[in-house]
């Protein structure tokens, strides 16, 4: 069985330099330093190559970490978008177990639209990386629209991951908790979740897959709750005056991965909800490789265990098959590399 896994995260020099000239912490988590999670961010060689023979993953989509260039300066996140698909671009060409989606520069719409028509036809790449709200516009914001429309004409997915939510909702839900678990949980503990997800509905209330039908979108981290409440979020539909039923959109215009969590419960549930054809895979290297103080063991895909996880799931070979390897390509029209 083969396998491709989607949300495999980099970090590459010029966005470090990037990040550090716009005042981003310089911590492991952003690829700083000589921690061994900084170290399998920016790596791109043996390293990478060895943690994915660990995993039993036969190629790695590579992305930005988040917030990728979406926390920079217009004209900053235009150019270092330019540069990080160029550099991308060839990395993937000089080894074929290694694939990329492309950085997208939304804090210039315009730019955003060019960039990924360019990525796309002249670069090769299959799809884009996205991260929620681009300062305080949110994904389902009108400036986006060209964006989205680009994405549905050229028939490439866009992958949305979370981030951190505004500093606002930081200090009212999750400010006060003692041992200072109130950051981690407004980060990958839920607030990422939460963020994203409201940016979904957000995205189908305000008639984005109305007008874009065709658009595709990947959902990490098991749908991002949304399909968790699908069932009660639909009450709204008329009220929202909707063209389908909610659960439709997600059906339709959605395709759902895991990003390392290995747990059978979210898996099945995604199963029953979009269905075995809609689903795809990731691992979310580096952030799940290994056990590290603290961590959780359904967050550990080394040892081998993001690929037992898709052979032990319970569905048929063939939709193991899909799920691995084959929606994937199904989704972008590509061919087994």
Same mark, same amino acid.
């Given at each position: 069985?083969?396998?491709?896994? !989607?949300?495999?995260?980099?970090?590459?020099?010029?966005?470090?330099?990037?990040?550090?000239?716009?005042?981003?912490?310089?911590?492991?988590?952003?690829?700083?330093?000589?921690?061994?999670?900084? *170290?399998?961010?920016?790596?791109?060689?043996?390293?990478?190559?060895?943690?994915?023979?660990?995993?039993?993953?036969?190629?790695?989509?590579?992305?930005?970490?988040?917030?990728?260039?979406?926390?920079? /300066?217009?004209?900053?996140?235009?150019?270092?978008? #330019?540069?990080?698909?160029?550099?991308?671009?060839?990395?993937?060409? /000089?080894?074929? #177990?290694?694939?990329?989606?492309?950085?997208?520069?939304?804090?210039?719409?315009?730019? /955003?639209?060019?960039?990924?028509? *360019?990525?796309?036809?002249?670069?090769?790449?299959?799809?884009?990386?996205?991260?929620?709200?681009?300062?305080?516009?949110?994904?389902?914001?009108?400036?986006?629209?060209?964006?989205?429309?680009?994405?549905?004409?050229?028939?490439?997915?866009?992958?949305?991951?979370?981030?951190?939510?505004?500093?606002?909702?930081?200090?009212?839900?999750?400010?006060?908790?003692?041992?200072?678990?109130?950051?981690?949980?407004?980060?990958?503990?839920? $607030?990422?979740?939460?963020?994203?997800?409201?940016? %979904?509905? #957000?995205?189908?209330?305000?008639?984005?897959?109305?007008?874009?039908?065709?658009?595709?979108?990947?959902?990490?981290?098991?749908?991002?709750?949304?399909?968790? %409440?699908?069932?009660?979020?639909?009450? !709204?539909?008329?009220?929202?005056?909707?063209? #389908?039923?909610?659960?439709?959109?997600?059906?339709?215009?959605?395709?759902?991965?895991?990003? $390392?969590?290995?747990?059978? *419960?979210?898996?099945?549930?995604?199963?029953?909800?979009? &269905?075995?054809?809609?689903?795809?895979?990731?691992?979310?290297?580096?952030?799940?490789? &290994?056990?590290?103080?603290?961590?959780?063991?359904?967050?550990?895909?080394?040892?081998?265990?993001?690929?037992?996880?898709?052979?032990? /799931?319970?569905?048929?070979?063939?939709?193991?098959?899909?799920?691995?390897?084959?929606?994937?390509?199904?989704?972008? &029209?590509?061919?087994?590399?």
């Amino acid at each position: 069985m083969r396998i491709v896994a !989607l949300e495999e995260h980099v970090v590459l020099p010029a966005l470090l330099d990037a990040w550090t000239k716009a005042g981003e912490p310089q911590i492991p988590q952003r690829g700083y330093g000589d921690d061994p999670l900084a *170290r399998r961010l920016r790596d791109v060689g043996e390293l990478r190559l060895a943690d994915m023979d660990d995993q039993g993953i036969d190629v790695a989509v590579l992305s930005l970490a988040s917030p990728g260039v979406q926390n920079l /300066a217009p004209t900053d996140a235009v150019s270092v978008a #330019r540069d990080a698909n160029d550099t991308l671009a060839e990395i993937a060409a /000089a080894n074929p #177990r290694l694939q990329a989606l492309a950085a997208i520069p939304t804090p210039s719409p315009e730019a /955003a639209a060019a960039e990924l028509e *360019r990525a796309v036809t002249r670069l090769g790449f299959r799809g884009a990386m996205l991260y929620g709200r681009t300062g305080t516009s949110l994904a389902d914001a009108a400036e986006f629209d060209d964006l989205y429309g680009t994405a549905e004409r050229l028939r490439v997915p866009l992958h949305f991951h979370p981030q951190t939510p505004p500093r606002a909702i930081q200090d009212a839900y999750y400010s006060g908790l003692p041992h200072g678990v109130g950051p981690a949980l407004a980060g990958a503990g839920l $607030g990422w979740y939460y963020d994203l997800g409201v940016q %979904y509905l #957000r995205m189908v209330f305000s008639g984005v897959f109305d007008r874009h039908p065709d658009l595709q979108v990947i959902a990490g981290h098991w749908g991002e709750v949304v399909l968790f %409440y699908l069932d009660h979020i639909g009450v !709204l539909q008329e009220m929202a005056k909707l063209q #389908r039923p909610l659960a439709d959109y997600f059906r339709h215009n959605f395709w759902v991965a895991g990003s $390392g969590t290995v747990s059978e *419960r979210y898996l099945r549930w995604t199963a029953e909800v979009v &269905g075995t054809d809609r689903m795809l895979y990731s691992t979310d290297y580096p952030y799940t490789f &290994g056990t590290r103080p603290g961590g959780f063991p359904f967050l550990d895909t080394s040892g081998g265990v993001a690929r037992k996880f898709l052979e032990q /799931a319970p569905f048929t070979a063939e939709e193991k098959a899909a799920i691995g390897s084959g929606n994937w390509q199904r989704l972008t &029209g590509s061919s087994p590399d």
